[in-house]
């Protein structure tokens, strides 16, 4: 091995000094410096295995420039700051084809009048009983959506983004737009349905989605998708629980998922809001009816929709339809939702809320109902019994976290006090003065843009931003931070090698 120019020279043996004199010296030394080069590589691929279990960025590509290959087009200089978004172009049977055969997607009738204009449902100026509800300028806004097909309408936005690139390689984020709601929800009810049949898309999607050149690069920390349903539908634990496991699977611990109701405890899961009936145009479409809603005479104090459920030992909302029915008419008015009247009836829906100042939102199935956004929707405030139902899971786009942020826009009732009797909801909601009700539906209103979805393929423009763009918005701020931390990350650890060495030196002479 040459020697370093600054290494001082080798003195000379001393005169009749034997050859080899200094071997068992010199092999020594070697294996000093052996044992010292195998613990050091043994370290290097401890701390190298342990970089791939942080949350971080670090195999990301490098951030997208706005010169890409465009798939909508060329926009201004400055538009894509935050980066470039590449969807991928699925294999069809993990998103068209679902919907092609959406007769089959629920049990009890056919789906696909919710999937048609897409995602966003039957426009409901075709139904007659909403144009008596909702201003005629107001109409061409609403639909008949389901509360499930959020993936269909997040992937047509994503689809016409000015931002989005057909070129990977100048990609910051990228879209998996596999409809997995949809899938599992066509397995939960089925007579014979296995738990193969609910987890043989998830599986198939996550082989195609991990032998992806950009995948195999980040490991997915740059991915996201959406899905349709809330988190429990895709959390099984064990072969007899219910939904599927695709969110456990392999592959899918770095994804971020946007979802309309998230597990709290997987900082992967982003809650979004549910989709509502209302989806405007256009920011002035947003106005008029924030203008509307703000300036309506409401007169119930309280409203509720919902039903018992006569199963269920303790029943919350059986509860709270007692408490409307003591109330009486004057103060509280409540909708039924057995069945699918809901789902078919947006217009009771809708006119229960517009005439409520509060509405009352205990928690449904799971710790959130669409109800919660309908409400919102229509500038009435809600009143929660679960912090979790709204508080713990939309920080995105509801003000959360401070005690003082959280009373701006919706009031918290002590459900067990209320279940035992201690306090009604009528004389609890007595207690608000007029002027802190009406600055409480003053700041609910304001916050309407951030919980609907534009039927604009574009957005509302006009810089108001819908729950689409604050969602799309997060997740590019959320990868900014993960490349920005592993930077430093990677910082830290190109000093560690040269301090290694050091210490090789030192052991070796």
């Known amino acids: 091995m040459p020697e370093s120019p600054t290494s001082p020279a080798k003195p000379p043996s001393p005169p009749g000094s034997p050859v080899n004199a200094a071997t068992p010296y010199a092999a020594s030394?070697?294996?000093?410096?052996?044992?010292?080069?195998?613990?050091?590589?043994?370290?290097?691929?401890?701390?190298?295995?342990?970089?791939?279990?942080?949350?971080?960025?670090?195999?990301?590509?490098?951030?997208?420039?706005?010169?890409?290959?465009?798939?909508?087009?060329?926009?201004?200089?400055?538009?894509?700051?935050?980066?470039?978004?590449?969807?991928?172009?699925?294999?069809?049977?993990?998103?068209h084809e679902l919907v092609g055969d959406c007769k089959r997607l629920w049990p009890w009738y056919s789906f696909c009048p919710y999937l048609s204009n897409g995602g966003l449902g039957r426009p409901c100026a075709t139904v007659p009983a909403f144009s008596g509800v909702v201003p005629n300028a107001s109409l061409p806004n609403w639909y008949n959506t389901d509360q499930f097909p959020l993936e269909i309408i997040i992937h047509r936005r994503i689809l016409a983004h000015r931002c989005r690139t057909t070129d990977p390689s100048l990609a910051t984020v990228f879209y998996v737009p596999f409809y997995a709601g949809l899938d599992v929800g066509s397995h939960l009810w089925g007579l014979n349905a296995?738990?193969?049949?609910?987890?043989?898309?998830?599986?198939?999607?996550?082989?195609?989605?991990?032998?992806?050149?950009?995948?195999?690069?980040?490991?997915?920390?740059?991915?996201?998708?959406?899905l349709g349903r809330i988190t429990w539908d895709f959390r099984r634990y064990s072969d007899d629980a219910w939904g599927s496991n695709f969110v456990l699977m392999p592959g899918m611990g770095n994804v971020t998922r946007l979802v309309i109701e998230s597990d709290r405890q997987d900082p992967m899961d982003v809650g979004v809001p549910y989709p509502t009936g209302f989806h405007p145009r256009a920011a002035a479409d947003v106005r008029a009816w924030q203008r509307h809603v703000l300036s309506r005479n409401r007169t119930n104090l309280f409203g509720f929709a919902g039903a018992p459920r006569y199963g269920f030992r303790n029943d919350f909302r059986d509860v709270l339809l007692d408490e409307c029915e003591d109330a009486g008419h004057a103060y509280c008015r409540s909708v039924d939702c057995r069945g699918q009247r809901?789902?078919?009836?947006?217009?009771?829906?809708?006119?229960?809320?517009?005439?409520?100042k509060f509405c009352l939102q205990p928690r449904g199935d799971s710790y959130t109902r669409r109800s919660l956004f309908d409400c919102m929707v229509a500038g009435a405030v809600p009143v929660l019994f679960w912090r979790r139902t709204a508080y713990d899971?939309?920080?995105?786009?509801?003000?959360?976290?401070?005690?003082?942020?959280?009373r701006e826009w919706s009031v918290f009732m002590d459900r067990r006090a209320l279940?035992?009797?201690?306090?009604?909801?009528?004389?609890?909601l007595q207690g608000f003065s007029e002027q802190r009700v009406?600055?409480?539906?003053?700041?609910?209103?304001?916050?309407?843009?951030?919980?609907?979805?534009?039927?604009?393929?574009?957005?509302?423009?006009?810089?108001?931003?819908?729950?689409?763009?604050?969602?799309?918005?997060?997740?590019?701020?959320?990868?900014?931070?993960?490349?920005?931390?592993?930077?430093?990350?990677?910082?830290?650890?190109?000093?560690?090698?040269?301090?290694?060495?050091?210490?090789?030196?030192?052991?070796?002479?």
């Open 29 to 95: 030394v070697l294996l000093r410096a052996a044992v010292v080069l195998l613990a050091f590589l043994a370290l290097q691929l401890v701390l190298f295995k342990s970089l791939l279990k942080f949350p971080s960025t670090r195999f990301l590509p490098a951030p997208g420039r706005c010169n890409s290959t465009w798939a909508n087009g060329p926009v201004e200089a400055g538009a894509c700051k935050a980066g470039l978004i590449y969807v991928y172009d699925l294999p069809p049977e993990f998103n």
């Open 194 to 226: 296995t738990v193969a049949d609910r987890d043989r898309a998830g599986t198939r999607l996550l082989r195609w989605l991990t032998n992806q050149t950009s995948f195999q690069k980040s490991g997915g920390w740059d991915h996201f998708m959406t």
């Open 342 to 356: 809901c789902n078919n009836d947006t217009a009771a829906l809708t006119k229960l809320f517009l005439d409520s």
């Open 419 to 428: 279940s035992v009797g201690n306090v009604s909801v009528l004389d609890f």
């Open 393 to 406: 899971q939309y920080r995105w786009f509801l003000p959360a976290g401070q005690r003082g942020k959280e």
């Open 438 to 509: 009406r600055r409480m539906r003053e700041r609910v209103v304001e916050m309407i843009p951030r919980l609907v979805y534009s039927s604009s393929p574009h957005g509302l423009g006009d810089g108001m931003a819908d729950a689409f763009d604050v969602a799309l918005d997060g997740v590019f701020k959320r990868f900014r931070r993960r490349r920005w931390s592993i930077e430093r990350e990677g910082a830290c650890f190109s000093v560690l090698p040269v301090f290694l060495r050091s210490c090789f030196l030192l052991v070796l002479y």
